[in-house]
């Protein structure tokens, strides 16, 4: 059953702009080039450290093996993973593991 990653991140202040800038430049671009499927990338309308994503995935072993594409690779580890903590609070990163309701389900596929 497929499922969803509801991704949330305390960013530091100032560094909104850069952060969605890195995502929608780099990070997102680079997770879809290795099969992610992110439907949806969201920051704090009035609060200036919340940014919100939203990843798919088919079943758990498909989860498996993109997180093994992403962060196992050389790009994640040495161009993307050691910027991070200029923008985010890392522990305060919370992943909700969400599914789609009843009659919503095949909307959500």
């Not at 990653?5 to 890195?22: D, N, S, T």
Request: net charge neutral.
């Amino acid at each position: 059953m497929a499922f969803y990653e509801l991704r949330q991140y305390k960013v530091l202040p100032g560094q909104l702009e850069g952060w969605v800038k890195m995502m929608e430049e780099e990070i997102i671009p680079f997770q879809v080039s290795k099969g992610m499927v992110i439907t949806g990338s969201f920051h704090g309308e009035t609060d200036p450290s919340v940014y919100v994503w939203l990843r798919r995935f088919d079943s758990e072993e498909q989860r498996v093996a993109l997180y093994a594409a992403v962060y196992e690779s050389d790009f994640w580890k040495t161009k993307i993973a050691p910027r991070v903590p200029e923008y985010l609070d890392r522990s305060a990163i919370v992943v909700t593991r969400i599914i789609p309701t009843g009659k919503y389900q095949n909307f959500c596929v």
